[in-house]
């Protein structure tokens, strides 16, 4: 009787797209929320008047939701990305220090930060010869060498794009303004830009190759 048993990886499961679009831009919509609805959650819930201001009440929804969310996923796929897991961390760590000093200043550095640290990773390992794009994505289509060294530096350059905007936004508007901004301003701008990649990513993808 063999009483082995198997060893062979079972293939990660991913989530149907609506629920993973959901799990990415859930944190975001209560942070949103949480922010323009501040003063009438305190006054439903009075603790959450304790934490200050509507910035702060919103800052405390964003980290329970980004925990909910990153738990969530790895429950369904036993994966977490890269990009939402580090922003997630980043989001705890500065929201934490948000919270504790009184602060949003943390918080609206949190996109700086992100980008900064996505842009620098991918710029810098070009210079390594390394394209790693598709680590930080999480990509599943595959490229040629070439397309992966153009799409990566396209993307390192609009990171520090992103990360310029949010400098320039939440030093020069209002808190409401920036967390408008953040919802309805990054999200277009980086749909847009994605689309915009979409004719390089058809002239290299290697998938297209091999059905022609």
Do not use: W
């Given at each position: 009787m063999n009483s082995e048993r198997s060893t062979q990886p079972t293939e990660r499961q991913e989530p149907s797209p609506l629920l993973k679009l959901a799990l990415e831009l859930g944190p975001l919509g209560v942070f949103f929320i949480a922010n323009s609805r501040g003063e009438q959650l305190a006054e439903l819930?009075?603790?959450?008047?304790?934490?200050?201001?509507?910035?702060?009440?919103?800052?405390?929804?964003?980290?329970?939701?980004?925990?909910?969310?990153?738990?969530?996923?790895?429950?369904l796929t036993?994966?977490?990305p890269v990009m939402p897991l580090v922003s997630g961390v980043v989001v705890l760590?500065?929201?934490?220090?948000?919270?504790?000093?009184?602060?949003?200043l943390f918080i609206k550095l949190k996109p700086t930060i992100v980008n900064s640290l996505f842009g620098s990773i991918l710029l810098g390992g070009l210079l390594f010869g390394?394209?790693?794009?598709?680590?930080?994505f999480d990509s599943a289509f595959k490229l040629d060498a070439e397309g992966w060294r153009?799409?990566?530096l396209r993307w390192g350059l609009f990171f520090f794009v992103l990360a310029l905007i949010n400098e320039i936004v939440w030093r020069n508007f209002s808190t409401d303004f920036w967390v408008d901004f953040k919802v309805f301003g990054f999200m277009?701008?980086?749909?847009?830009?994605?689309?915009?990649q979409l004719p390089l990513i058809n002239k290299h993808s290697l998938e297209s190759e091999e059905k022609s």
């Open positions: 819930l009075p603790a959450l008047g304790s934490l200050g201001e509507p910035i702060f009440i919103a800052t405390a929804a964003f980290m329970v939701a980004i925990t909910i969310s990153l738990t969530v996923s790895y429950s036993r994966h977490l760590v500065f929201g934490a220090l948000t919270l504790y000093l009184q602060d949003e390394k394209s790693l794009l598709g680590y930080v153009k799409l990566t277009p701008i980086t749909m847009i830009f994605t689309m915009l």
